[in-house]
Each structure stands twice: as structure tokens, then as C-alpha cells.
């Protein structure tokens, strides 16, 4: 089993920056690509950010291209999510998530691990 555990979410005025981190345990090795979807209120969970272990692939949704950056340190099991120049639009519950495939997806079906979530509010 695999556990993921968000942090870094807040209360912040647009056009500031967050940086959100995801922090895996147990099988971890299990894990070949992991990402980030969001949640806002009353809308379905969508697609952010996704990255292979290797760290080369990556795979954005186009609302956050040129403003969020996803990466990962292997070595300390952690997924981040650097959103910069943030919008009211942004405003959201952001979800780590694993999968044991290798493709950076934009799918939920896709992905075997979630983490609980963490609220991001951005003020207009």
C-alpha cells in the first residue's frame, strides 16, 4: 500500500505564489508516475499537473500551463506543485495522486493512490 500526504495549501491573493508537496510512504517504489488534480466547490475533480519518476514527462492542463511547474525529489518520496501568478479560478482542494502505469495521465480512472487534499484559496 501507498500513502500521500499533502501540504502547503493556503490562503494567499491572486497573482501570489504556493508551493504544495506530496510526501508518499510504503510501497513507493510501486509508484511510476504521480500528479495533482483539483477540486473546486460544486464543480468534478479535474486534472492539473502529472510527472513520471524519471522527472523528464510531464503533463499539464492547459488552464495552468506556464504557471505551475509539477516535479519530484525521488529521493525523499515527494511530489511538489510550484503555482505561481495564482487566480480566484484556482481556488480549489488539490489532491496528490499515484499510479503504478508509466503515462503521466489526465484521468482519474487511470490513478491507484490519493491523498486527502489540501484547500488552496486565492482572494480576488
Known amino acids: 500500500q501507498v500513502q500521500l500526504v499533502e501540504s502547503g495549501g493556503g490562503l494567499v491573493q491572486a497573482g501570489a505564489s504556493l508551493r504544495l508537496s506530496c510526501a508518499a510512504s510504503?510501497?513507493?517504489?510501486?509508484?511510476?508516475?504521480m500528479g495533482w488534480f483539483r477540486q473546486a466547490p460544486g464543480e468534478e475533480r479535474e486534472f492539473v499537473a502529472a510527472i513520471h519518476k524519471s522527472g523528464i514527462i510531464t503533463n499539464y492542463a492547459d488552464p495552468v500551463k506556464g504557471r505551475f511547474t509539477i516535479s519530484r525529489d525521488n529521493g525523499k518520496n515527494t511530489v511538489y506543485l510550484q503555482m505561481n501568478s495564482l487566480k480566484p479560478e484556482d481556488t480549489a482542494v488539490y489532491y496528490c495522486?499515484?499510479?503504478?502505469?508509466?503515462?503521466?495521465?489526465?484521468?482519474?480512472?487511470?490513478?491507484?493512490?490519493w491523498g486527502q487534499g489540501t484547500p488552496v484559496t486565492v482572494s480576488s
Open positions: 495522486t499515484g499510479r503504478l502505469g508509466t503515462i503521466p495521465s489526465d484521468k482519474q480512472s487511470h490513478y491507484d493512490y
Open positions: 510504503g510501497r513507493t517504489d510501486s509508484i511510476l508516475t
